[in-house]
C-alpha cells in the first residue's frame, strides 16, 4: 500500500487512531485530524503556553510547546496533483515562482492539504541573483543555467541588491500568504547561502562534482572570497527584506556546502580552512538577522552535512536542520556541543531528520521511524522535517484516503538527554 506525505504530519500533530477521510473541496485535511490538532493546542494554551506566535515558531525560539511542530523541505511542488495541472498553464519555474498569485497559491497547496504548522515561500534559492547582477534561466529538464564566472572581469557585473526591485513578487507573496494562513501557521522565508550561489555562478550549471567551484577556492582564493562576500552583502539584506514583508523565520541553505572538506568549510586551523569558504559567510548573514530581527529564528540547513554539525552550530544559528545520515540523539549532542565550543548559551534546536524515501514506505514504517526521531529529539527545541526535500515521486493520493492512522499523541512527551 502507498503512504503519502501527510502520513508524517499526521504522526506529529497526533490523537489516538483516527481517519483522513472526508476531505472537503480543495484538499483539506479531515476535520477529525484538524480537532485532534485544536485540541492539543487547547490544551496546551490552558496550562500557560504561551500561542502569541505560531507554534513552529515558539519551538524554534527552544520554548517548551504543546506538540512538536512539523513542515517538510520542499512540501510545495512536483509530488502535488494540483502543483502538476498548474504547470501546464504556467510552464516554466520563474513564472510560477515569480507571478505573485501563481506563487501564492503553489505555497499554500501543501498547507491546505496536509495542515502542516509552516507555510515556506514557494521560490527559489536563486530568485535574488538577477538583483546581484548574474541572471539566469531555468531549464525544466537541466535546472539552472547562467554565464560562468570565471575571473576578475566577470566580478565586476556584480552590484549590491536593491530587493524591492529586484524582486517585488517576493513581497507580495509574503504579504498575501500572512493574510491567508491566519496567526496559528508559521511563514517561512528562505535563502540560499553564498558558498551554494557561487556553485552555480562559477560552475554555470548544476554540477555532481563542483570541480570548477573547487578550481577556484585553491588556485584563485581571492576572487572566489570576493564573489563570496558580495553575495553575503547582499544576501544579508534579501533575508532582512523577507522578514519585512511577513517571513517569520528565515532557513539558510548551503546545501552543497556538505562537498567541502572541514578544512575547507571552516578557519579553525589557518586561513585557508567548511569556516574558509562556507562558515564565515553563514555567520555574516545569520549576524545581519539577529542585529535587526533579534527575534526571528533562524535555521540552517546543509545536505550530507554529518562531518560538519558542530560547524554549524558555531554560527549562532538558532536551529540546526539534520540530514537523514544523522541519527537524532548523537546529531542534539553534536548541536550542543557545537554551541558550548564556541561560547554560545544553550544547546540550540534541531530540525529533522526523515529520510524522504520512507515517504514511500509502508504505514507501520512511516510510523516507527517518526516516533523514534520524536522520542531522541526530545520536546523541545525541535521542529519535525524531512532530511532533505520531498520527493517529485512520493505518492500523493493517501492523503486523501480514508486509513486508519494508529498516530502519536500529541501531548506525549519525551525526554531529551544532552550532556
Not at 511542530?69 to 496533483?81: E, L, S
Not at 539566469?136 to 529538464?141: G, L, N, P, S, Y
Not at 528562505?190 to 550561489?197: A, D, E, I, M, S
Amino acid at each position: 500500500m502507498k503512504w503519502t506525505a501527510a502520513v508524517l504530519v499526521t504522526l506529529v500533530a497526533g490523537g489516538d487512531a483516527f481517519s483522513i477521510g472526508g476531505v472537503t473541496n480543495g484538499g483539506r485535511v479531515s476535520t477529525v485530524v484538524k480537532s485532534a490538532v485544536d485540541e492539543a493546542v487547547s490544551a496546551g494554551s490552558s496550562s500557560g503556553a504561551s500561542t502569541q506566535d505560531p507554534l513552529l515558531i515558539r519551538a524554534a525560539r527552544g520554548e517548551k510547546v504543546e506538540r512538536t511542530p512539523v513542515w517538510m523541505m520542499r512540501q510545495a511542488g512536483r509530488h502535488i496533483k494540483e502543483y502538476r495541472d498548474l504547470c501546464k498553464k504556467y510552464p516554466t519555474f520563474r513564472q510560477r515562482s515569480e507571478i505573485p498569485e501563481v506563487a501564492v497559491e503553489v505555497s499554500l497547496q501543501p498547507w491546505r492539504n496536509y495542515q502542516t504548522d509552516g507555510c515556506i515561500l514557494f521560490s527559489d534559492i536563486l530568485t535574488p541573483l538577477p538583483g546581484v547582477g548574474c541572471d539566469f534561466t531555468i531549464d525544466e529538464k537541466l535546472g539552472p543555467i547562467m554565464e560562468p564566472m570565471k575571473n576578475w572581469d566577470d566580478l565586476k557585473k556584480m552590484k549590491p541588491i536593491e530587493p524591492y526591485e529586484a524582486a517585488p513578487f517576493v513581497a507580495e507573496t509574503l504579504k498575501i500568504l500572512r493574510q491567508e494562513v491566519g496567526p496559528e501557521t508559521a511563514v517561512l522565508g528562505f535563502v540560499g547561502c553564498p558558498y551554494t550561489l557561487a556553485t552555480y555562478m562559477v560552475e554555470g550549471k548544476t554540477s555532481k562534482e563542483y570541480l570548477e567551484i573547487k578550481k577556484m577556492a585553491f588556485n584563485e582564493p581571492k576572487l572566489l572570497h570576493a564573489i563570496l562576500q558580495n553575495l553575503a552583502d547582499s544576501i544579508g539584506d534579501y533575508a532582512l527584506y523577507q522578514i519585512e514583508n511577513g517571513a517569520q523565520l528565515i532557513q539558510i541553505f548551503d546545501s552543497w556546502a556538505g562537498h567541502l572538506s572541514p578544512r575547507d568549510y571552516d578557519e579553525l586551523l589557518s586561513p585557508r580552512d567548511y569556516e574558509e569558504f562556507a562558515a564565515p559567510y553563514q555567520k555574516q548573514i545569520l549576524d545581519k538577522i539577529k542585529a535587526k530581527y533579534p527575534h526571528i529564528p533562524t535555521v540552517t540547513y546543509i545536505k550530507h552535512s554529518g562531518a560538519l554539525i558542530e560547524r554549524m552550530a558555531s554560527t549562532g544559528v538558532d536551529v540546526v536542520s539534520l540530514d537523514w545520515t544523522v541519527d537524532m540523539t548523537e546529531g542534539r549532542q553534536r548541536v550542543a556541543n557545537g554551541r558550548k565550543a564556541a561560547g554560545l548559551e544553550g544547546i540550540g534546536g534541531v530540525q529533522g531528520n526523515l529520510d524522504p524515501a520512507i515517504l514511500m514506505a509502508n504505514h507501520d514504517t512511516i510510523k516507527e521511524r517518526t516516533e523514534e526521531i520524536l522520542k531522541k529529539a526530545g520536546p523541545t527545541g525541535h521542529v519535525m522535517n524531512l532530511g532533505h526535500g520531498i520527493e517529485a515521486c512520493t505518492p500523493e493520493e493517501n492523503a486523501t484516503s480514508s486509513s486508519k492512522l494508529s498516530a502519536i499523541s500529541a501531548t506525549n512527551r519525551f525526554p531529551i538527554h544532552v550532556i
